[in-house]
């Protein structure tokens, strides 16, 4: 099998992502452990406790469409699972006008405490088994099923105990294999793994949480007074947007010592509660929020990127649910920066904190395809430029910066908690 560096897949939702052509000399991939080690590389990052399939195209076996979903923890829903991903990946294909020739299946979990990498290997066996057979039942086989576990993988298809041992065969050390030399020449980079990417997405915990959460709570009670003097929706967005302004300045002017978890504490440290607060529960409104997406670019895209994760990690407590809008727009400008696997983690985060989010659901959809970005921005280019001479205009009066006037806007409530559906957005997705 030969691989070609494609986009990477998907890391939320069952969606595959499309076949491209190859931008760089294909590599041949001869045994389960070179597919092992390939792996990082095809999706830009560990996958942890994760289902990835892969398929296979014409004679030479170039792989083609990606996807990646969590394993499911119950075997009763893994019958139901194989056939829904078989599905989604082969018709997805079809639909490109290619149907695969043949599909690579990985599951991926690392063992649990007092359980060893061979025994993931024969729980997951029955998993295995299903996706096989949900496979065949659309007339493309399992070419080769690998279990990663505990540093070590096992082959599902092969029964020579010389190239697959019962107790598995060790994962080369990062870095030392053809594939990652060929990876490092083309420019590519895994990311660490799924889990550490999503850890530092996470919600804070401890004294900080509480604070943050106490902070929300005024933040949302203060709303309400406004509204009732008076206020307009377009002037709490105004406050929102020049506080959020005010916190990419302050992130710009302080660059991160170094990359990973210390470079998030230094971050999350510039960032006052109430400051954070404001802008969480100012980005609900999905026209305040359309214009934060504008900041996607040029010296702009690094601080709005490092604010979206800040906002993120502190919608706390009973403000999960908000944590889908600055996850969105951290989404968007990875992807938008040419990051498409931390993108596709991103906005998996943000449908997990809302699945009924659409900005989030347009993005996803929208990255998974291949979709190239620069259509969107162009749209956000154009929006920002008919804005702002309206801006100057309109500086001596009270409307600040907004979108044009008769569109339907969101009922939600900036400080509102609650679950309900939101209607489908406008411009910007």
Not at 298 to 313: F, G, I, K, S, T
Not at 336 to 346: F, K, L, M, N
Request: charged share 25%.
């Amino acid at each position: 099998m030969t691989t070609n560096h494609e986009s990477p897949s998907q890391s939320g939702g069952p969606s595959p992502s499309p076949s491209g052509a190859p931008t760089t000399p294909p590599i041949t991939l001869r045994s389960p452990a070179e597919l092992a080690d390939a792996l990082p590389y095809m999706l830009g990052f560990h996958p942890t406790d994760s289902l990835v399939m892969v398929t296979v195209h014409g004679e030479g076996g170039r792989f083609g469409g990606r996807l990646r979903v969590g394993i499911p923890p119950a075997p009763g829903e893994w019958e139901e699972t194989a056939r829904q991903v078989a599905e989604c990946l082969i018709r997805g294909s079809e639909r490109r006008g290619s149907k695969p020739d043949g599909i690579v299946v990985f599951l991926c979990q690392d063992p649990c405490e007092g359980e060893g990498g061979r025994r993931v290997m024969a729980r997951l066996r029955p998993f295995a088994q299903r996706l096989r057979i949900a496979c065949g039942a659309l007339d493309v086989p399992v070419l080769e099923a690998l279990c990663l576990s505990g540093g070590r993988y096992w082959s599902y298809t092969c029964h020579d105990a010389d190239c697959c041992p019962a107790d598995g065969k060790p994962l080369d050390p990062p870095g030392t294999s053809v594939m990652a030399a060929a990876a490092t020449y083309a420019g590519l980079r895994v990311r660490g793994s799924l889990q550490e990417i999503e850890d530092r997405l996470a919600p804070l915990r401890g004294v900080p949480a509480a604070g943050q959460e106490a902070a929300l709570d005024r933040a949302a009670v203060a709303l309400v007074p406004k509204i009732l003097d008076g206020a307009t929706r377009e002037e709490v967005g105004a406050e929102t947007l020049s506080v959020a302004r005010t916190l990419m300045r302050r992130l710009a002017l302080a660059p991160p010592a170094e990359a990973g978890a210390r470079a998030d504490d230094r971050d999350d440290a510039l960032l006052g509660h109430d400051e954070a607060a404001a802008v969480i529960l100012g980005l609900q409104d999905r026209e305040i929020r359309d214009i934060a997406a504008e900041w996607m670019e040029d010296d702009e895209a690094a601080p709005a990127l490092r604010l979206w994760r800040a906002l993120a990690r502190r919608c706390v407590g009973a403000y999960g649910e908000h944590a889908a809008a600055p996850l969105t727009l951290a989404g968007w400008v990875s992807w938008s920066s040419g990051d498409e696997p931390t993108a596709r983690i991103v906005l998996g985060l943000a449908l997990r904190a809302d699945s009924e989010y659409r900005f989030a659901q347009l993005l996803h959809h929208a990255c998974n395809e291949g979709i190239d970005p620069e259509g969107l921005r162009q749209c956000l280019r154009e929006e920002r430029s008919r804005r702002e001479p309206r801006r100057k205009r309109a500086a001596t009066t009270t409307r600040p910066p907004g979108r044009r006037t008769g569109r339907r806007t969101e009922s939600r409530h900036p400080g509102s908690r609650s679950s309900e559906s939101r209607r489908t957005e406008g411009s910007g997705q």
